[in-house]
């Protein structure tokens, strides 16, 4: 037990002491060939290194109406990469482009927003953040980069890490949802599922982490807005997930739209040169996001697009994606003495380098012959994106174990609400190739699972956002009257989440709790189904509907993957990665809530309190039911009081006490009890995800670095303070099982 101690030990410390990088981002003869291929370039062909274009389709004849002639921008070397070519022919046309006919022959890289899935679509990826399952999210990756590789495409603008505790924020769907640590954990197996062993391999692609930084935290969760929030509160939970996909090898990282500390992001010398570049030691690139340059001039802080040139490239930001700022300006820029051609060759620099770790330079066609159709959405895919949405789907309710449904019960099943009225609703925001068509509706995954024997019908009902029709609403009622069980599925209309869709009003859409209720008033079985890419308020059926079902956007397997849980061929074991608000008066709003020099403890006033709403949110983070039940006990500490650069070892059982196999995600809190600086009431500091069969137990094994104690103190030191702690053990972050507390003393 001892070595295997040591042997865990020194691996934390490599991991945390080290930018560890499987990565070789420091390669002399690579280093050497970029400042060979430096010598030789001109000006604008460097400047071209620093431009990326979109794909316009070359296969119509609709060249004349784009602004640029693409091929022609490639001959010339005023073009370094491309976002959004969709074809293989297109690919090899630019890219012969560019190795055959521009002068410098440097290859292109083909980029495109590969978020969660390419042509088979995955669960949206606050969906995957709920299973916490991190092999799961990575082969997620992993088979997105496989598909969009054989496509020609070498570079994702993924993954986004912003954390936020604003579900008002359209995109709080795109990341891994409020916390920190996860989020980290999150962050860190997608780059690797994105990046595999070696960049060089073509059918692995660059990850491109996002959005830097703070875009989480748009004040009032209004899209593109500024944001409010302090240097500490950026160290403490905006930065550590960006700091565990650098750790684990990211080549490339997105400027974010919103400004930090007075600052848009992209002209922030501090975020991309003092943190990233030279505290970090950040040796990929950074990428702005679209036309975030040129938005600098709407920002206030640049006059014109020449100036924002100047402004981002002096912070240090190296591709200009869409402004075209940099290739209409930077060249005048270093005549004119603003900025120095060195700085330039810096930025060409990281673009040559990522280019060789690609393995561009020793064959630049490497991506281009792997177009086979038995590829995408490939049966094994297809049956890992299922898996992937049944762990990523939430048992919210469950009254009276009315589910898993035994089929024997029912002759005729109505599916009724919005969601299956258009399969775009099952897909997300971010869905790549993924279409509609190739899309598994919750009405065709329970007629899948039950066969001919049972008749399941759909009627819509209502849709997500407006009062519709008498007729579409009253259909559905009279399909329901006819059936022995109701599967209302509700949520959000497929453009209601995503970039551009911040909303205010986070309770359910149109009529349906209408419908709710009007089913309910029949008197039959029924439960709900609810498909939303963020946290939506809904108190009445929370109240009333015996179980609940949050599904999020499951992907390309929805309906089978909602028809194995509800009928129990999986047991549910998801747990929610971003608290679901009781009111939109509450956000921003997360567990990692202070005690404040008046803790709210139940009384009337004169505390941390509302009048009119409670504190507590309607669902909490971490929380998740199963079909079974799992009873904690034996926790055990290795030691009562440690030293600062000591590592905790934490032990606990977890039996399975209830009527079905499942899985159990064991989350480790921990609360600094009195620190130099304020701090949360507990933090999530470690999690595993077990399975343990019926009737058995497990033991579950925590090991607690200094890393998870430390705190940002006062002068924004990153240090463990001694003083008492105490450790936590919860299903969830409200429903903490087991308890108990140690002392850290100086070393
Ligand atoms: C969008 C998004 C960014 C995406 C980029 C390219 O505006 O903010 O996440 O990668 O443009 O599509």
């Known amino acids: 037990m001892q070595l295997n101690k040591i042997f865990l030990l020194i691996l ?57 002639n693409i091929i022609e921008e490639t001959v010339k070397g005023r073009v370094g990469s491309f976002l959004n070519v969709s074809s293989l022919e297109d690919k090899v046309i630019l890219q012969k482009a560019a190795v055959q006919k521009s002068r410098m022959k440097i290859p292109l890289i083909f980029a495109m927003d590969v978020v969660h899935g390419f042509e088979t679509t995955f669960p949206i990826p606050l969906g995957e953040a709920a299973s916490w399952d991190l ?45 920190a640590f996860l989020g980290s954990r999150i962050a860190e197996a997608r780059v690797k599922g994105f990046q595999g062993k070696d960049l060089s391999l073509n059918n692995t692609i660059l990850a491109c982490v996002k959005h830097f930084a703070g875009y989480g935290q748009v004040l009032a969760g209004r899209e593109y807005n500024e944001t409010t929030i302090s240097k500490r509160y950026l160290y403490e939970y905006v930065l550590p997930p960006f700091k565990a996909a650098l750790k684990i090898g990211a080549g490339s990282f997105m400027n974010s739209f919103n400004d930090f500390d007075g600052v ?7 975020l991309v040169t003092d943190v990233l570049k030279n505290e ?33 490239m ?9 402004s075209l700022c940099y ?63 049944r762990k990523s789907m939430v048992l919210l309710k469950n009254e009276n174990n009315i589910l898993p449904l035994n089929k024997s019960k029912y002759k005729n099943i109505a599916v009724i609400g919005p969601i299956d009225s258009d399969k775009k609703n099952l897909m997300g925001a971010w869905s790549g190739w993924g279409k509609r068509e190739n899309i598994i509706s919750i009405t065709e995954g329970i007629r899948n699972k039950l066969g001919d024997s049972i008749n399941v019908h759909y009627a819509e009902a209502c849709n997500q956002w407006e009062y519709t029709s008498d007729s579409l609403f009253d259909s559905a009622i009279t399909l329901a009257k006819k059936s022995d069980l109701i599967i209302l599925t509700l949520g959000e209309v497929w453009w209601m989440t995503g970039e551009s869709a911040s909303r205010a009003e986070l309770n359910l859409g149109g009529r349906q709790t209408e419908l709710a209720k009007a089913l309910l008033d029949l008197g039959k079985p029924i439960i709900c189904v609810m498909v939303t890419g963020r946290p939506r308020i809904f108190h009445w059926i929370k109240d009333n509907i015996p179980a ?26 998801a747990k929610l990665p971003i608290t679901f608000p009781y009111h939109t008066g509450q956000i921003p709003i997360s567990y990692l809530g202070k005690s404040t020099g008046r803790p709210y403890t139940g009384q009337r006033f004169g505390a941390s309190q509302y009048q009119d709403i409670p504190n507590d949110p309607m669902y909490e983070f971490g929380f998740g039911l ?34 079905y196999d499942g899985e159990e995600i064991v989350q480790l809190y921990i609360r600094d009890v009195v620190a130099s600086v304020t701090r949360p009431l507990k933090e999530l500091k470690g999690f595993k995800k077990v399975f343990i069969s019926k009737g058995k137990s497990s033991t579950v094994e925590f090991i607690i670095s200094p890393e998870e104690l430390k705190l940002w103190n006062a002068d924004m030191k990153f240090i463990v303070e001694p003083g008492e702690f105490i450790l936590m053990i919860g299903s969830s972050s409200e429903d903490i099982k087991l308890k108990n507390k140690f002392f850290v003393k100086n070393n």
């Open 626 to 659: 199963s079909y079974t039940e799992f009873h904690y006990s034996d926790l055990t500490l290795s030691n009562k009081t440690i030293g600062s650069n000591d590592t905790l070892y934490v032990k606990c059982k977890v039996a399975n006490i209830g009527n």
């Open 327 to 389: 290739i209409n300006y930077l060249k005048d820029l270093v005549l004119e003495g603003e900025i120095e051609e060195e700085s330039i060759d810096r930025s060409v620099r990281r673009v040559l380098r990522l280019k060789y770790m690609l393995g561009l330079f020793d064959d630049p066609f490497r991506y281009f012959n792997r177009n086979d159709n038995t590829i995408l959405r490939s049966e094994e895919h297809l049956s890992i994106t299922r898996d992937a949405a």
């Open 135 to 179: 092999e799961l999210i990575e082969s997620s990756a992993r088979i997105s980069a496989i598909e969009a590789s054989s496509l020609g495409y070498m570079w994702t603008f993924a993954p986004m890490v912003d954390v936020s505790r604003d579900p008002r924020w359209g995109r709080v769907m795109e990341g891994a949802g409020e916390d």
């Open 548 to 573: 609940i079902l949050q599904a999020w956007i499951p992907g390309s397997e929805a309906g089978n993957a909602v028809a194995d849980i509800l009928f129990g061929d999986y047991n549910p074991s």
């Open 314 to 322: 002096l912070a240090g930001s190296d591709i200009d994606m869409m």
């Open 264 to 270: 848009p992001a992209s002209a922030s010398k501090y």
């Open 280 to 312: 970090w030691r950040f040796n990929g690139l950074v990428i702005s996001d679209w036309d975030s340059f040129g938005e600098l001039v709407q920002w206030g802080v640049a006059k014109d697009d020449k100036e924002a040139a100047k402004l981002a």
């Open 12 to 68: 934390t410390l490599l991991f945390n002491e080290q930018i560890f990088s499987q990565y070789n981002f420091n390669n002399d003869e690579i280093e050497a060939q970029i400042d060979s291929i430096l010598t030789l370039m001109t000006l604008d062909e460097k400047i071209g290194q620093l431009n990326q274009l979109r794909g316009e389709n070359l296969q119509e004849n609709n060249q004349s109406e784009a602004k640029y």
